[in-house]
């Protein structure tokens, strides 16, 4: 395992008081649909247990104009609260998802215009990462992690 902490000397004593090493969830996730909808951003999703362990987890979305889009390459991104869950038995099937904050203006205005097509990936993350304050108003820097558990790339053209 790799670990890197890093922040910025403000004082002639600086203390690192926590320091959290978190654990990816055990679930894959699986984009069926995405789509443009008056103005809402429209998912079909499924996510899969991997393990029969009660979790908690964030859906993290990574939007570019290329096909490899990742974590580490995109353009717009857009993380969605928490969920959870935790037997094997039940997949999350969702036929149509819609959220309020999902919405083309809040993700996609200024960096995407109609006719592009737009590639979408999706990671499950520790919940942990949502609740991070905004990285210009730390001394520390958050150093991006490492995700493993990527979804399918899923296209769609933004009319």
């Known amino acids: 395992m790799e670990v890197t ?3 910025l000397h403000t004082s002639e004593l600086d203390t690192l008081s926590n320091v959290y090493l978190l654990e990816y969830p055990k679930v894959k996730l699986t984009i069926n649909d995405f789509y443009e909808d008056n103005g809402l951003l429209v998912s079909a999703y499924r996510i899969d247990y991997l393990q029969d362990d ?14 490899n889009v990742s974590y580490q390459n995109y353009s717009a991104k857009w993380i969605q609260g928490g969920y959870h869950g935790g037997t ?7 036929h149509r998802s819609e959220s309020s904050t999902l919405t083309t ?22 919940s942990t990462f ?14 991006s992690h490492r995700k493993e558990n990527a979804s399918n790339v899923f296209s769609f053209k933004l009319p």
Do not use: A, H, M
């Open 5 to 7: 902490i890093r922040f």
């Open 54 to 67: 009660w979790q908690f987890y964030t859906r993290e979305l990574f939007f570019s104009k290329s096909p």
């Open 105 to 126: 203006d809040k993700v996609l205005k200024g960096v995407f215009s109609s006719g592009d097509i737009i590639y979408v990936i999706g990671y499950c993350s520790n």
């Open 88 to 94: 094997s038995d039940f997949p999350i099937i969702v």
């Open 130 to 143: 949502i609740s991070l304050p905004d990285e210009n108003s730390l001394n520390y820097e958050v150093v």
